[in-house]
């Protein structure tokens, strides 16, 4: 198991964050999602992380007032995955693309085909 601080952990999500394109950013930024970091997932669950919402592709004017969207990062696991370092900041940013790939309606089996499985 690799340990990293909390903080250090949310620099590294931040990190992935800032590495996306400005459009991308952009469009994350206007489409009311939280990003959060947590300890762990929810019990029997076994996640690195977790997309909660309503995708882009699939909104609608007609939704009316929603809870933003909601992408979690679960810290446990991914720190007791990581064979090091680097690779734990490499799994946060797949983590991190994987999810964010969900909120823009993407299936499982195209993230994994981007590498971002």
């Known amino acids: 198991m690799i340990h990293m601080s909390a903080a250090e952990f949310g620099e590294a999500v931040d990190d992935a964050l800032d590495s996306l394109p400005e459009e991308i950013a952009r469009s994350i930024a206007e489409a009311n999602v939280a990003i959060l970091v947590e300890e762990e997932p929810p019990p029997g669950e076994h996640l690195l992380g977790l997309y909660v919402g309503i995708p ?6 007609f939704d009316g007032y929603a809870e933003p ?13 990581a064979l090091s370092r680097a690779h734990l900041v490499q799994q946060i940013r797949v983590t991190v693309l994987h999810e964010l790939g969900h909120l823009f309606g993407m299936s499982e089996e195209r993230l994994h085909e981007l590498g971002w499985g």
């Open 56 to 61: 882009l592709d699939r909104r609608s004017v």
């Open 69 to 81: 969207d909601r992408i979690f990062v679960f810290r446990g696991p991914l720190q007791r995955l």
